[in-house]
T-cell receptor
Framework: GAGVSQSPSNKVTEKGKDVELRCDPI?????LYWYRQSLGQGLEFLIY????????KSGLPSDRFSAERTGGSVSTLTIQRTQQEDSAVYLC???????????FGQGTRLTVV | DQQVKQNSPSLSVQEGRISILNCDYT??????FLWYKKYPAEGPTFLIS?????DKNEDGRFTVFLNKSAKHLSLHIVPSQPGDSAVYFC????????????FGTGTRLKVLA
C-alpha cells in the first residue's frame, strides 16, 4: 500500500527484554516522527527525523530508547530493558517536504508483562 | 506543562446536529494548528488545519476556528454523522525549533443515531 506501514502490529514482551519496532514511511517523505500513546493519554512526541539533519531526540523518555533512520527511509525504534511503563501504542508518521500534515501508520501496540 | 489542552474528554451529539470540539493552547507561539481523527486500533488521520494568520478554514462539513486573543481553537462538524464517532486530537506546530506536533489529550465524540 501507499501508506505508512508499521510492524509488528502487536508485540508482547517480558520485562527486561529489548524490542525493535519498525516503520516504513511513505516513499519520498523527508520527515519521519515517532509518537506514543499510553492508555488514556494523548500523543507523546518521541523523536523527529528530517532529511539528513540531526534528529530531534528531545522526546525520548530515557536512554533505553533509541531510534535510527537508514538511508532516509525505514526507521527502527529500539527500547532496551523494557519496563511495564513502556506499554503503549507506538505510532510512526511521515510528512513530505512542504506539507503541513503528517500521515500516521496504524501503530504498534507494545505490552510489557 | 501541557501546552495544548483539550479539557473535554468526551462529547455526545445527536445525529444531524453540530459537534463543537474545543482546544486551548498556552504560552508558546504556534505556526499551524491541525485536527486529527482517530478510530480504535487505527492511526490518527488528518482532518483539517489552519495557519496562525487566519481565523477560519472550512472543508466540507468541517470548519476550524482560531481565536488568537483567547488562544482557543475549535472544530465544528455539521451535520454530525454516526461515522464521525471517534477520538479527535488537536495539534500545534511551534514557531521555533523543529517542525513537530504537540498534541492535546483528545476528545471522544459519540454521535448518536
Amino acid at each position: 500500500g501507499a501508506g505508512v506501514s508499521q510492524s509488528p502490529s502487536n508485540k508482547v514482551t517480558e520485562k527486561g527484554k529489548d524490542v525493535e519496532l519498525r516503520c516504513d514511511p511513505i516513499s519520498g517523505h523527508t520527515a519521519l516522527y515517532w509518537y506514543r500513546q499510553s492508555l488514556g493519554q494523548g500523543l507523546e512526541f518521541l523523536i523527529y527525523f528530517q532529511g539528513n539533519s540531526a534528529p530531534d531526540k528531545s522526546g525520548l523518555p530515557s536512554d533505553r530508547f533509541s531510534a535510527e533512520r537508514t538511508g532516509g527511509s525505514v526507521s527502527t525504534l529500539t527500547i532496551q530493558r523494557t519496563q511495564q511503563e513502556d506499554s503503549a501504542v507506538y505510532l510512526c508518521a511521515s510528512r513530505p517536504s512542504g506539507n503541513t500534515e503528517a500521515f500516521f501508520g496504524q501503530g504498534t501496540r507494545l505490552t510489557v508483562v | 506543562d501541557q501546552q495544548v489542552k483539550q479539557n473535554s474528554p468526551s462529547l455526545s451529539v445527536q445525529e444531524g446536529r453540530i459537534s463543537i470540539l474545543n482546544c486551548d493552547y498556552t504560552n508558546s507561539m504556534f505556526d499551524y494548528f491541525l485536527w486529527y481523527k482517530k478510530y480504535p486500533a487505527e492511526g490518527p488521520t488528518f482532518l483539517i488545519s489552519i495557519s496562525s494568520i487566519k481565523d477560519k478554514n472550512e472543508d466540507g462539513r468541517f470548519t476550524v476556528f482560531l481565536n488568537k486573543s483567547a488562544k482557543h481553537l475549535s472544530l465544528h462538524i455539521v451535520p454530525s454523522q454516526p461515522g464521525d464517532s471517534a477520538v479527535y486530537f488537536c495539534a500545534a506546530i511551534p514557531t521555533s525549533g523543529t517542525y513537530k506536533y504537540i498534541f492535546g489529550t483528545g476528545t471522544r465524540l459519540k454521535v448518536l443515531a
